[in-house]
C-alpha cells in the first residue's frame, strides 16, 4: 500500500501545485537577483567611494535601507511560493529622534549587512539554478512529448528527426525510428520525474539562505526564546505562590483556627467540667497533628528537606514510595547537579508520577536517571494503558511540564500509544553546583 501511494505519488509531482511554485520561484529569482545584485554592487561601491566626504554615508544608509526593502520581498515571496514562513528581523531603532541618530543605526545594524550580502551572493546562485532549472524543465517534457511532435522536422525541415549527433559528413544519427522515439520518450519520463526533486533541492538552498541571512540573528532568536522562557518562570512562579496560599488557607490555616478556637471553649469548660474539656483537648492534640502533617507535605512540596540533604537518589525513592503503584528507580549520576536542575528533575519526576497513580491506570513504573555528556535525562516509564499527551486539550499537565522544562532549556518527549504504556523522556542541562 504504502509501495503503491508513493508510486502514485511520483507520477503527480511533475504537474502538482508545489513544484509549479518552486518552478516560478527559480525563474523569477533570475530577474530579481539581477536587480538586488546590480543595485547593491553599484550602491556600496558609491558610498563607499564617497565616505571621503561626508556624501557617503547616506548613500551607505540608503543603500542598507534598500536591501532590508529587498529582503521584505524576498520573505514575502518565500511565503507565498514556497509556502515557508520566516520570522521577520528585529526593527532598526535609533536611540535618539533624528536622521543623524538613523542613519548610524542603520550603518550599525548587522541585520542591514545580512540583508546586503544576499544581494551580492544570492545572485550567482540564483543564476545557476534558474539555469538547471530551466534546463531540466524543458529537455524533460520536450523529450516525454517528442512522439507528438518528432513529425515536425520532415514535415518542415530537411531532416527526419532530431539530430542527436553528426560523425563528420559521412554519419548522422537521428531519432526518427520508433525504437529511438520511444527511448528518447522514456528518458524524457525520467527527466520529467526527477524534476521536481531536483526542484525542492535548489529551493532548499534558498530557504537557508533566505533564512540564514534575512531572518532573525541567532542572537535575536535566543534574546526572544529567553523573554518567552521568563515569562513562563514567572507565571509558573506565580501559579505556585497561588497554590501554597491556597493549601495554607484551606488546609493548615483552617485546621489552626478551629484548634484556637476548640482551645478557648476548652479553657472555659476547665472549671466546670474537666472531664468535657479532657475531651476537648485531646480533640485539639489530634488536630494539632493533622495540621503539622499537612504542614509538612506543604513544605515537602516547596522543597524536601531529603533532596537537600541526601541528593536526587534518595528524594525521588522517597516520592516513588509514596506512589499508588509499585516503582524501581535507578539513579546513575557521577555527581550532584547543580540545585535548581536537582530540584526541576525531583519534580518532573514527582508530577509524572502522581499522573501515573491518577491516570494510568498502571501495575508497574519505572524511573530511571543518567547523564549523558552535558544534558541529566530522566525517563519515567509505566505499563498502563497510554494515550497521554502533551497538548493542552489532554488535560494531563504535560503541556505545563513541557513549558517549564523548555524554560531551562530542557526538553520533554512522551511516547503513549493506547493500550501500550507510557515512557515520558525528559532532558535537562547539565550543571553542577
Request: charged content about 20%.
Amino acid at each position: 500500500m504504502r509501495s503503491g501511494s508513493g508510486i502514485g505519488r511520483a507520477l503527480r509531482a511533475p504537474v502538482e501545485g508545489r513544484t509549479w511554485r518552486e518552478f516560478g520561484f527559480l525563474l523569477l529569482g533570475l530577474p530579481l537577483s539581477t536587480l538586488y545584485f546590480s543595485l547593491a554592487v553599484t550602491g556600496v561601491s558609491l558610498g563607499a567611494g564617497l565616505l571621503i566626504t561626508f556624501l557617503g554615508v547616506p548613500v551607505l544608509a540608503g543603500v542598507l535601507a534598500m536591501c532590508r526593502g529587498f529582503g521584505r520581498l524576498e520573505r514575502a515571496r518565500v511565503r507565498g511560493m514556497l509556502r515557508h514562513d520566516i520570522a521577520e528581523p528585529g526593527p532598526i531603532g535609533a536611540k535618539k529622534p533624528g536622521i543623524l541618530p538613523a542613519m548610524g543605526a542603520v550603518l550599525k545594524s548587522g541585520s542591514a549587512w545580512r540583508h546586503a550580502l544576499y544581494s551580492v551572493v544570492h545572485f550567482p546562485w540564483a543564476v545557476f539554478s534558474a539555469c538547471v532549472a530551466l534546463v531540466f524543465w524543458s529537455c524533460g517534457w520536450s523529450m516525454l512529448l517528442y512522439p507528438l511532435w518528432f513529425w515536425v522536422f520532415p514535415a518542415y525541415t530537411d531532416q527526419p528527426g532530431l539530430q542527436l549527433f553528426q560523425n563528420g559528413e559521412n554519419y548522422t544519427f537521428y531519432l526518427d525510428s520508433p525504437l529511438a522515439i520511444a527511448t528518447t520518450s522514456v528518458v524524457g519520463l525520467a527527466l520529467t520525474l526527477t524534476t521536481p526533486w531536483l526542484f525542492r533541492a535548489l529551493t532548499t538552498v534558498d530557504r537557508v539562505l533566505i533564512s540564514g541571512l534575512l531572518g532573525p540573528s541567532r542572537l535575536a532568536h535566543r534574546v526572544s526564546e529567553l523573554e518567552s522562557d521568563r515569562g513562563v518562570v514567572v507565571d509558573t512562579a506565580a501559579a505556585d505562590l497561588r497554590r501554597i496560599e491556597r493549601d495554607l488557607h484551606d488546609g493548615a490555616q483552617a485546621r489552626l483556627v478551629a484548634l484556637a478556637m476548640d482551645l478557648g471553649l476548652a479553657k472555659e469548660k476547665l472549671t466546670e467540667d474537666p472531664r468535657a474539656a479532657a475531651r476537648m483537648v485531646d480533640e485539639a492534640h489530634g488536630e494539632v497533628k493533622i495540621a503539622l502533617q499537612e504542614l509538612r507535605d506543604l513544605a515537602r512540596g516547596i522543597h524536601p528537606a531529603v533532596l537537600t540533604d541526601r541528593g536526587l537518589d534518595a528524594a525521588l525513592s522517597s516520592v516513588a514510595s509514596r506512589c499508588a503503584v509499585p516503582v524501581r528507580v535507578a539513579v546513575d549520576l557521577p555527581a550532584r547537579p547543580a540545585a535548581a536542575i536537582e530540584g526541576i528533575a525531583y519534580f518532573t519526576v514527582s508530577e509524572l508520577l502522581q499522573n501515573i497513580s491518577k491516570h494510568a491506570r498502571a501495575r508497574t513504573a519505572a524511573v530511571d536517571v543518567w547523564k549523558s555528556g552535558d544534558r541529566l535525562l530522566i525517563q519515567v516509564s509505566d505499563d498502563g494503558r497510554g494515550g497521554a499527551s502533551t497538548g493542552a486539550a489532554a488535560g494531563s499537565g504535560l503541556a505545563g511540564l513541557a513549558e517549564r522544562l523548555d524554560a531551562v532549556d530542557g526538553v520533554l518527549v512522551v511516547d503513549s500509544a493506547v493500550g501500550e504504556g507510557t515512557t515520558v523522556t525528559a532532558e535537562l542541562p547539565w550543571r553542577t553546583a
